[in-house]
């Protein structure tokens, strides 16, 4: 997966191609719901961070502010064995 070093401080991703981004503490990442290949969701392996219900509607957001470092990973729960999963790099 690619990693993209990110220095803003608002990040958006599309569910489509889940990254492995690098950020700083305290960067909010958004993630945009493109509306194709049916429904999604953002859940995180080790921390208690996740959307709400799998949905499909074009649009929607969901956004989490990453105050710890650390590594998140997380997947699409519906597209996880699809490769639908990335990780959020934090560090300070
Ligand atoms: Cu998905």
Redesign the pocket.
């Given at each position: 997966m690619p990693l993209f070093d990110c220095p803003e401080t608002t990040i958006a991703l599309q569910?489509d191609s889940p990254p492995v981004l690098r950020v700083r503490t305290g960067t909010t990442v958004v993630w945009e719901w493109t509306g194709n290949?049916?429904?999604?969701?953002v859940a995180f392996d080790d921390a208690d961070i996740e959307s709400d219900d799998v949905s499909p509607e074009q649009g929607r957001t969901f956004e989490h502010t990453f105050d710890a470092a650390g590594t998140y990973r997380y997947y699409?729960?519906?597209?996880h064995a699809?490769g639908?999963r990335g990780a959020i790099i934090v560090e300070e």
């Open positions: 569910c290949d049916g429904g999604h969701n699409c729960a519906p597209h699809l639908m």
